[in-house]
């Protein structure tokens, strides 16, 4: 059974699940208003040919509700296909109420959302025009998980997130001197390849100084706009007057889980007793687990070795995880 037919099965309803491509826009610089075309080539992990913001990452194709577009256009905004800087405007979808990891298929084309808005750093020309933009807030992202070719008026359908999909997971590292590059960071890759090993699709890696602004902006993004799974931090939850990891945390998550850090320092402790100065904590954000880790590789090693046997269960019950038709 295809992928297509397994989600056309009973969960199916047709009448939220169809849509139609309305306008395909590109452009061959960035910074550039996209002009609409009639027709495009995809190419897998890659994006629309010609496309300045085609490349691999996971913002390859960016999609924009025809609804939206009309919504804002009801304001007296005259705005042309393209104008927010979208790629494909789709009609009969809410995209920013779909989970991250929904696939859209239009022909032999596969499309699966990677991330919802976007922070928008340097204003569009509309937003300079009407003091409004709805491309960060209403737009979102996906990769090409299948190429083809596309034309304006094609069916799209929406197929639910793969049950199959593996969790998806982030590490940052806080270091100054790592982030100046002078100090090689080894405890983020060792954090990716660990989750890799057990099964975790690890989507993005980060490294930044010991700054909570920045620390704090980037645990928003990873878990409302890619609502990643799982976020581990390395570095930053010590007396330092820069450690500042722990109150960054604290400061976005919506929901503290002080057992997964009290285990880490209860098994630490066994090791130094330098352990109780450890000032990690964890939490949850939305449907992102968030744990500090400590800084050095062998602590890091330590500590996921406590939490990994129950991680899964806690990602599965935080992200409420559906296995058919909402049995879970």
Same mark, same amino acid.
């Given at each position: 059974m295809t992928e297509l037919q397994w989600n056309q099965g009973p969960c199916l309803r047709l009448e939220d699940k169809l849509g139609k491509l309305i306008a395909i826009c590109t452009s061959e610089?960035?910074?550039?208003?996209?002009?609409?075309? $009639?027709?495009? =080539?995809?190419?897998?992990?890659?994006?629309?040919?010609?496309? %300045?913001?085609?490349?691999?990452?996971?913002?390859?194709v960016s999609l924009l509700g025809l609804e939206k577009i009309e919504a804002f256009r009801e304001r007296g905004a005259e705005v042309a296909f393209g104008a927010f800087g979208e790629n494909l405007g789709i009609e009969g979808f809410d995209f920013r109420n779909l989970p991250v990891g929904t696939r859209f298929r239009i022909g032999d084309v596969l499309l699966e959302m990677t991330q919802i808005g976007k922070e928008c750093h340097t204003h569009c020309? @509309?937003?300079? #025009?009407?003091?409004?933009? +709805?491309?960060?807030? $209403?737009?979102?992202? %996906?990769? =090409? =998980?299948?190429?083809?070719? /596309?034309?304006?008026? *094609?069916?799209?359908?929406? @197929?639910?997130? *793969?049950?199959?999909?593996?969790?998806? %997971?982030?590490? +940052?590292?806080? &270091? *100054?001197?790592g982030a100046q590059g002078q100090r090689? *960071?080894? &405890?983020?890759? !060792? @954090?990716g390849s660990i989750l890799t090993e057990n099964g975790y699709d690890v989507v993005e890696t980060i490294l930044i100084p010991d700054d909570e602004d920045i620390l704090k902006k980037e645990l928003i993004r990873l878990a409302d706009q890619r609502q990643v799974n799982l976020v581990m931090t390395t570095g930053g939850t010590g007396f330092s007057p820069r450690d500042i990891t722990p109150e960054a945390t604290e400061a976005v998550c919506e929901r503290m889980t002080p057992g997964i850090s009290e285990a880490i320092r209860a098994y630490s402790m066994t090791k130094?007793?330098?352990? #109780? !100065?450890?000032?990690? =904590? &964890?939490?949850?954000?939305?449907?992102? !687990?968030? @744990?500090? !880790?400590?800084?050095?590789?062998?602590?890091?090693?330590? &500590? /996921? %070795?406590v939490v990994l046997p129950v991680l899964e269960h806690a990602v599965e019950t935080m992200s409420g995880v559906t296995l058919s038709c909402g049995k879970s």
């Open positions: 610089k960035k910074g550039t208003q996209k002009q609409q075309v $009639e027709t495009a =080539v995809l190419r897998e992990n890659y994006g629309i040919e010609g496309d %300045a913001h085609a490349g691999n990452w996971h913002r390859q020309a @509309i937003y300079h #025009m009407v003091g409004d933009c +709805i491309m960060p807030r $209403e737009g979102v992202f %996906a990769k =090409v =998980v299948h190429g083809g070719e /596309i034309r304006v008026g *094609d069916e799209v359908v929406q @197929i639910e997130p *793969d049950p199959a999909r593996p969790f998806t %997971a982030a590490w +940052i590292t806080l &270091s *100054d001197k090689k *960071d080894e &405890s983020g890759p !060792l @954090i130094t007793p330098r352990a #109780m !100065l450890s000032r990690a =904590v &964890s939490g949850i954000r939305g449907t992102t !687990l968030i @744990i500090n !880790l400590p800084g050095s590789p062998k602590a890091v090693r330590e &500590s /996921i %070795a």
